[in-house]
């Protein structure tokens, strides 16, 4: 059960003379300050309870608070650990009633309860430093021979711990630093970075006793992801480099330089990032024929196909930018860190004594660093002004200074391109964009029915089977239509939807 206690005044004298500020959390991703504080207690019958102290400086974030406790209140403890955050306001029966910032902050408030009573020593848990993947299909050794993995480190926590934990293992682990960032832009736009986490990157291997190699891939960076997120942008549409650089960069041209360049040498490659890998049996050793095939040559016919799950922590779950990777790539793969929430991996850094444990994480795109993606587009492709249209209406509110600085469905920033009558009356969204006319249409009344269909139904192409094809088929009245859980942009939120498949590998999503 829950017991839902009183809530605290973080300002109170109390509860500055108190242990319970050390011991809450501010719930993340909150625009508010939410605090929460969960406990265990056993109560009479020898019954799990929950005890649960919170406050925030905002209305509505302490009514949501409490509306979860008291949901949580009819669950178990182990029930409580179950429950899937994304879903979490669909089980409240809430999510239509609130926006997407407030389904969010329910799910991150869950997220920390859940985080509070797994770290708690009644639970009796095993410590975070013995958590570790099964590896059963995984053999450090053949014939006495360590298994040789090239990892991927960037500097960050993530990959840090990485290295670490596949040292403990018994891999013979060699460091890679991957430069792709873009000199000549960092040259307009501020001081580069990657300086700073190379010193990083050498400060973590020198501690762990491994040397560190850097390969320089800006060329290939150029031509295979900036030169295609330029002109996707142009036309229209928002491309998502991060997939871009995980399938044609991280996991593609590095693999083949190590094909190439470092043939027979490494088993497998190994990243920090946050999503698991179900095998069947051991995965291939990096100089299979066929291995660094760019068109899946090393995908055989009878080769067991490597599922891509999802990490267990909903937040950083990366499984999204690693859609576009090929089974010849996820065959040589390891994830070490997949399989553990990321106050778990911050443990770890603790426990090794990182030098960059108190790093914080890295945010944007992997080659623009602090660099606002805006100023990058700016630089390409320039300003062209042209006008905002009330989609509902057909008046101009507005002028933009290019329908690439626009994303349909967007409304942070596009406040500041309206004309101030028009401000006063949203909250505004993006909704459709014609590159052609030079314009970006937008509406006050995106939550209403006039855009149920525009909000719940779009087309898509290229349909890319990580597995190597779909399901069996799922006729439905002579079409072919399958029901997902599906992650649509990048986060915690799973949405189901039905896909039907057309020609030329395109399709239709109904939500």
């Known amino acids: 059960g829950m017991a839902w206690k009183h809530e605290i005044d973080f300002h109170s004298e109390e509860f500055r003379n108190s242990n319970i500020d050390k011991k809450s959390t501010r719930v993340p991703g909150c625009v508010a300050t939410?605090?929460?504080?969960?406990?265990?207690?056993?109560?009479?019958?020898?019954?799990?309870?929950?005890?649960?102290?919170?406050?925030?400086?905002?209305?509505?974030?302490?009514?949501?608070?409490?509306?979860?406790?008291?949901?949580?209140?009819?669950?178990?403890?182990?029930?409580?650990?179950?429950?899937?955050?994304?879903?979490?306001?669909?089980?409240?029966?809430?999510?239509?009633?609130?926006?997407?910032?407030?389904?969010?902050?329910?799910?991150?408030?869950?997220?920390?309860?859940?985080?509070?009573?797994?770290?708690s020593p009644e639970l009796l848990l095993e410590e975070t430093a013995d958590v570790e993947p099964s590896t059963d299909h995984l053999k450090t050794k053949v014939n006495g021979q360590t298994k040789k993995v090239a990892l991927?480190?960037?500097?960050?926590?993530?990959?840090?711990?990485?290295?670490?934990?596949?040292?403990?293992?018994?891999?013979?682990?060699?460091p890679f630093y991957l430069k792709i960032w873009l000199e000549d832009e960092m040259a307009h736009l501020g001081e580069c970075?990657?300086?700073?986490?190379?010193?990083?990157?050498?400060?973590?291997?020198?501690?762990?006793?491994?040397?560190?190699?850097?390969?320089?891939?800006?060329?290939?960076?150029?031509?295979?992801?900036?030169?295609?997120?330029?002109?996707?942008?142009?036309?229209?549409?928002?491309?998502?480099?991060?997939?871009?650089?995980?399938?044609?960069?991280?996991?593609?041209?590095?693999?083949?330089?190590?094909?190439?360049?470092?043939?027979?040498?490494?088993?497998?490659?190994?990243?920090?990032?946050y999503a698991q890998l179900q095998?069947?049996?051991?995965?291939?050793?990096?100089?299979?024929?066929?291995?660094?095939?760019?068109?899946?040559?090393?995908?055989?016919?009878?080769?067991?196909?490597?599922?891509?799950?999802?990490?267990?922590?909903?937040?950083?779950?990366?499984?999204?930018?690693?859609?576009?990777?090929?089974?010849f790539q996820l065959q040589k793969l390891l994830f070490p860190i997949g399989h553990l929430e990321k106050w778990q991996v911050r443990e770890l850094a603790e426990e090794f004594q990182l030098p960059n444990r108190h790093r914080p994480d890295s945010q944007g795109l992997c080659f623009l660093g602090k660099v606002k993606f805006s100023d990058f587009l700016n630089i390409h492709l320039g300003i062209k002004e042209g006008e905002i249209i009330d989609a509902f209406s057909g008046e101009a509110i507005g002028r933009h200074k290019g329908v690439w600085y626009h994303t349909v469905g967007q409304r942070k920033g596009i406040g500041k391109?309206?004309?101030?009558?028009?401000?006063?009356?949203?909250?505004?969204?993006?909704?459709?964009?014609?590159?052609?006319?030079?314009?970006?249409?937008?509406?006050?009344?995106?939550?209403?029915?006039?855009?149920?269909?525009a909000r719940s139904e779009f087309h898509v192409e290229n349909i890319h089977w990580i597995a190597g094809e779909p399901p069996s088929n799922n006729d439905r009245d002579g079409k072919t239509t399958f029901q997902f859980d599906m992650k649509i942009r990048h986060g915690p939120r799973l949405v189901v939807g039905n896909l039907e498949l057309l020609e030329d590998n395109d399709g239709i999503i109904k939500l």
């Open 34 to 119: 939410v605090h929460v504080w969960a406990t265990i207690i056993e109560d009479d019958d020898d019954s799990s309870l929950v005890s649960i102290r919170g406050n925030s400086d905002a209305i509505v974030s302490k009514g949501l608070l409490n509306l979860l406790s008291q949901y949580l209140s009819t669950k178990t403890v182990e029930e409580v650990l179950a429950l899937d955050a994304s879903t979490i306001t669909d089980q409240l029966r809430v999510r239509k009633a609130l926006s997407q910032g407030r389904n969010d902050g329910i799910a991150n408030m869950l997220q920390v309860i859940q985080r509070q009573l797994s770290s």
């Open 279 to 327: 095998r069947t049996k051991e995965a291939s050793p990096l100089d299979d024929e066929d291995a660094a095939d760019g068109d899946g040559g090393g995908d055989k016919d009878n080769a067991e196909p490597v599922r891509l799950r999802r990490a267990p922590d909903p937040v950083k779950d990366q499984s999204y930018f690693l859609c576009a990777l090929q089974q």
């Open 193 to 273: 970075p990657w300086e700073d986490d190379v010193d990083t990157c050498q400060q973590v291997c020198n501690q762990a006793g491994v040397e560190l190699e850097i390969i320089s891939l800006q060329d290939q960076y150029h031509e295979r992801v900036m030169q295609h997120t330029l002109t996707e942008a142009a036309q229209g549409r928002t491309p998502n480099p991060d997939i871009l650089c995980n399938s044609r960069v991280k996991f593609g041209c590095f693999l083949d330089y190590l094909a190439d360049k470092r043939a027979g040498e490494f088993d497998f490659i190994a990243s920090g990032h």
């Open 417 to 453: 391109s309206l004309f101030p009558l028009a401000t006063a009356k949203g909250p505004w969204y993006v909704v459709a964009k014609d590159p052609k006319k030079n314009i970006v249409y937008a509406s006050n009344q995106y939550d209403e029915d006039v855009f149920a269909q």
């Open 152 to 174: 991927l480190l960037s500097g960050g926590v993530d990959s840090s711990v990485a290295l670490h934990l596949l040292l403990r293992q018994g891999y013979s682990v060699t």
